[in-house]
């Protein structure tokens, strides 16, 4: 009961890991806006496995179809519904591992609530999921920049304890981030962060780290108070992402360390209106976007599949040595950037 | 249009800081559940200013009403609506400020936003909305500490630098943590953490810090992939408090830090079930809660209200040297601790 | 879990017959309105109980108190909430009849569902409860009216089998339907419908009726289809009133009784734009307004509630021959109007 | 963005007309149910036009594939979505009259609302929408009826002024509806709507009616007051069927004319606890069901579409004489029977 999101771009989604399709229905996109696949593939391109060898060898062509909402190009008002095929499916892979919860996995979770036990590869919380997320916020995404010039990039600002160094968001774009296959704009900080990853991926172990997003353009005034605030609703979205662990806006966490004399942000004006001298509050405040870069932060968790074996128990208790055989990556933060722009992208077209 | 929170367990908030009344209305409580007002006014009277010469002179009864829903001492199954008195109102306070958008408060965004500039002291935008939370969560707590024992305990772990030592949640309880008026359970941190207050506090400035919480005896099961798992609903009840800046739950921002065979957590055999060894996933696994604590912390950024005067501009851009006049905490975090109770109790009252 | 309806305009409602406050609060309105309790009394006051030897005796003030949303005559954007005080409360009245659900009324289910007796006077599911309606619907009216040009009038169009003829909408008014205390505008049939309502009350009896309700100047293009077609909100809010057993929209159940050749609405140019000759869609089509006048009809049912003796059985399965004692209506018709025009607006305000 | 119904068993539905695919997403059924292609079928089938030469010959073989929340012919407890391919398109059908909007259809409306012009039969207002719908509430169907027992069958009871005698509910069932292709279980009176409606059809002309529905063994309890009432509810979801202008429940508009000592219904004991005597309050009290069979009745008006030439004007206010070319039923009454059980059927599986 909790596949939809939004209540004016209201996005649901649809698919397990491993039944014939996986996609999402987009209800309250604006008619007229030109829209076609070609929209939409690039960030599944970005989001697709077996980019690099960095990722799992599972090759998807994960091509997206428009079946609905759509007519001569143009949006109808209507929903949108887009479907991608799941054509590499391996239930066998999955199957011995049947009676034994993969730790820090969903496995056990979903049983205990649904009844149902993990049969084929995680279900519904597996990484296949985020692909209803990403063709939806390719959809948003499309009516953010047409309509408002709004513009969301995401890159992976740390892998492990290996951060890139502040960058001005103002430089940021896909294309500088896509230049290295780990998603860092900082092409000594990539090397780095490529070397760790293949070395965790060598030991059989997988490594997390943290994907920071920025979105400019956003004008003044969305966010809706208290609950719906935009710090809130973006918060959400991205702890929905799987492996997430954290999320912080602006001064995040390190800002508890400051005082209200340094953190406060002081308006300045600026050519177009008022602004802010710092960002310390990341673009909003109030739960209202003030007209500053929105930017925020997102932990991953290292990947829980891991070809290590781990000393675990089965359901009923019994100690069992776990080796995992599926298919993974070491660490999703590469894969990871397309979801959270997605996500924000989403959340974002709902204040629209 | 935010002002609704939940879908099985509805709380709906409302008031200004300077208006008649504050409280809320919360809709699907179970029926027959015993409760009365002193049920909601200890954690009412654990958030109300003036507890200590730490916090904001305001001095407000802060007495809750309840006005539905509850019939001989029990409830109806109907809306619960629950009423503060705004008493001491002192909209003078705030008239001189009004042509300057405060720094890092809601005032410029508000004004973007609604057209209405902030006359009297935030509005909507005021810690006062607060109460409207704390009534609600004060019932969600009731409903589950009755009829699932469920226990939410938050407290002060962070005030700028100072932190307190990892504690055993298990030993944690709301009594241990009133011990001290900082509301950190240990007694030496407290004291650094109250003198830096006061230290902060003459010198007109203020601090920030980290409220971190746990709720424990939450059934495996709770929470609704994939928009609705457990913590993104946490994190989206968390970051709609004013003044949070970031969240995490379980190892959060500092399990990026570590490798996947070191953060994974094991299945063990417990006396009722599967319980894990270590508990990285903070209780909760693909959005779903499995039995163990749910931990999770709370940025909270410094006061934006400081005494010391702040070189800013005014609505028309024109420079200013502003210095604030009205009431204020130097350090919200004591006070904030039943704040992020209450929405815990929110959220999880919604999953039951 | 139902006291909350709308999406942009939200309206929440709480309160008893017999706790000490009934109300709604709105989320949603527009900020810089022009609202004050003055806006609002009229519709209660058409609402109220003992306006005519016609309706039940019952006193109640029934004045409405605004205690957040509104600062100095202003709407602030924040939520709204208003209060009306119970203040005849005679639980005794109810006592004698605690074991016998009464006839056609709540009593059984809310029982089976709650698990509550109804132990004063049908608590929620009072016709009490409807205050919250009013003050909410009074609401939105005065931001239709206001932005909108929007107008919105019911009235009384049969009690029992006296109907009043066909009417031109154009020449309909509240001023014009308050002419007489039975509230139609047509004072002969009014003159019956009041002897046929004074001598079914002598008789210990009660009657229904239909209430006609006109919506003029909604613009076309409100409504969303497929679920939330205007028609399908509108039919929604209708029979959630109490005691409405049915709708229908222009030509309804005897629009099933034509030809498609007669019942299509011809267009035609209008001053403004395209219109229609007939109106036997309502002023809606396919789920949207088109521009002409949205109109209506509600049945309601004889009011449950009567003096005559009734062979019913009690809680146990014993017979009993019950005989009601409290205060009531031979006929709720004249009381409806207020609060069918309440959430027509309520639905059209969330249309915005 | 009104195309998601329910909070608890949420549907979304998507597709025009004339798109590649129509179809529906089932969020938050139960998990482990039985469910496969053969479940959903029969009531398509029952929906699919071309089933007897008194619908429209529009050829479509409508088969249903299930692509995702069920696994080895069990659901996952994860969304269900459904399609269905659009084959036979012929746009070519509609081109001539893009510059008319068609009297009665929502032609108008969505132009005025989307500034799309229907290019393609209707788009979203077409009756190809209703599939959606249909492939949902076979999902639904299950749940109820695998679960709780429930039975829903609807039939024609109307056809213009052509109405059948008052049934038993008790003996009804969808193969005694079926008997007749116009879906009335009534033969004799069936042979005279077979032949007015082939009569209206060879006069280029259409004809509405009324469908009735009932659903037994709807345990007491169901509905949620005050606004998501059992015939709120019901209401809401009837009258966003295409084409529909009315509800009643119970006794409907016909209860108007009875007093409330006749229109009560009087409880009587029963071997499974209280029932009543009649049903005039159709199996709900004050919202919630009461265990008493739920009786409803719809209004269909007369198809739109009709061969006859129409006096209208175009978009620019020009006379014109409209004739129709698209392929139509004379009369949707006995295909709108699976769609009337297929929505009672998703309001009912909401309130499980």
Request: net charge negative.
């Given at each position: 009961?909790?596949s939809?999101?939004?209540?004016?771009?209201?996005?649901?989604?649809?698919?397990?890991?491993?039944?014939k399709?996986?996609?999402?229905?987009?209800?309250?996109?604006?008619?007229?806006?030109?829209?076609?696949e070609?929209?939409?593939?690039p960030?599944?391109?970005?989001?697709r496995?077996?980019q690099?060898?960095?990722?799992?060898?599972?090759d998807?062509?994960?091509k997206?179809?428009?079946?609905?909402?759509?007519?001569?190009?143009?949006?109808?008002?209507?929903?949108?519904?887009?479907?991608?095929d799941?054509?590499?499916?391996?239930p066998?892979?999955?199957?011995?591992?049947?009676?034994?919860?993969?730790?820090?996995?969903?496995d056990?979770?979903?049983?205990?609530k649904?009844?149902v036990?993990?049969a084929s590869?995680?279900?519904?919380?597996?990484?296949?999921e985020t692909i209803?997320?990403v063709?939806?916020?390719?959809?948003?995404?499309?009516?953010?920049?047409?309509?408002?010039g709004v513009?969301?990039t995401?890159?992976?600002?740390?892998v492990?304890?290996?951060?890139m160094p502040?960058?001005?968001?103002?430089?940021i774009?896909?294309?500088?981030?896509?230049?290295?296959?780990?998603?860092?704009?900082d092409?000594?900080?990539?090397r780095l962060m490529?070397?760790?990853i293949?070395?965790?991926?060598?030991?059989?172990?997988?490594v997390?780290g943290?994907?920071?997003?920025?979105?400019?353009?956003?004008?003044?005034?969305?966010?809706?108070?208290i609950?719906?605030?935009?710090?809130?609703?973006?918060?959400?979205?991205?702890l929905?992402?799987?492996?997430?662990?954290?999320?912080?806006i602006?001064?995040g966490f390190?800002?508890?360390?400051?005082?209200?004399?340094?953190?406060?942000?002081?308006?300045v004006q600026?050519?177009?209106?008022?602004?802010t001298?710092?960002?310390?509050s990341?673009?909003?405040?109030?739960?209202?976007?003030n007209?500053?870069p929105?930017?925020f932060?997102?932990?991953?968790k290292?990947v829980?599949t891991?070809?290590?074996?781990?000393?675990?128990?089965?359901?009923?208790g019994?100690p069992?040595?776990?080796?995992?055989?599926g298919r993974h990556?070491?660490?999703?933060?590469p894969?990871a950037?397309?979801i959270v722009?997605?996500?924000?992208a989403?959340?974002?077209?709902?204040f629209?």
């Amino acid at each position: 009961m909790g596949s939809t999101i939004g209540n004016n771009f209201v996005v649901t989604t649809f698919g397990e890991s491993h039944g014939k399709n996986v996609g999402a229905v987009v209800d309250g996109c604006p008619a007229l806006l030109e829209l076609c696949e070609g929209d939409i593939q690039p960030q599944l391109d970005r989001r697709r496995p077996g980019q690099s060898d960095l990722s799992t060898p599972r090759d998807e062509k994960d091509k997206v179809r428009i079946v609905s909402g759509v007519e001569n190009g143009l949006t109808l008002g209507t929903p949108i519904c887009m479907l991608v095929d799941n054509e590499d499916q391996r239930p066998g892979d999955y199957k011995e591992m049947s009676n034994v919860p993969r730790p820090s996995h969903a496995d056990f979770t979903y049983r205990e609530k649904y009844g149902v036990m993990a049969a084929s590869g995680g279900g519904r919380a597996s990484a296949r999921e985020t692909i209803g997320r990403v063709v939806a916020g390719a959809v948003a995404d499309k009516v953010l920049s047409t309509k408002f010039g709004v513009s969301i990039t995401a890159w992976v600002s740390s892998v492990q304890n290996i951060s890139m160094p502040d960058v001005d968001v103002k430089d940021i774009s896909r294309e500088l981030v896509d230049r290295t296959i780990v998603r860092c704009p900082d092409v000594d900080t990539a090397r780095l962060m490529e070397t760790r990853i293949a070395a965790v991926r060598d030991d059989g172990d997988s490594v997390g780290g943290i994907v920071t997003c920025v979105c400019q353009g956003v004008p003044a005034g969305w966010g809706e108070p208290i609950f719906d605030k935009l710090e809130a609703s973006l918060a959400r979205a991205m702890l929905s992402i799987p492996a997430t662990k954290g999320f912080e806006i602006g001064s995040g966490f390190a800002g508890t360390l400051m005082r209200g004399s340094e953190h406060n942000d002081m308006y300045v004006q600026r050519k177009y209106g008022l602004g802010t001298l710092t960002n310390n509050s990341g673009g909003v405040q109030g739960g209202i976007s003030n007209g500053e870069p929105i930017i925020f932060r997102v932990a991953f968790k290292p990947v829980a599949t891991i070809s290590l074996p781990q000393n675990t128990v089965d359901y009923d208790g019994k100690p069992v040595l776990f080796e995992a055989k599926g298919r993974h990556d070491p660490c999703v933060l590469p894969r990871a950037v397309p979801i959270v722009e997605s996500m924000a992208a989403i959340v974002l077209a709902n204040f629209i």
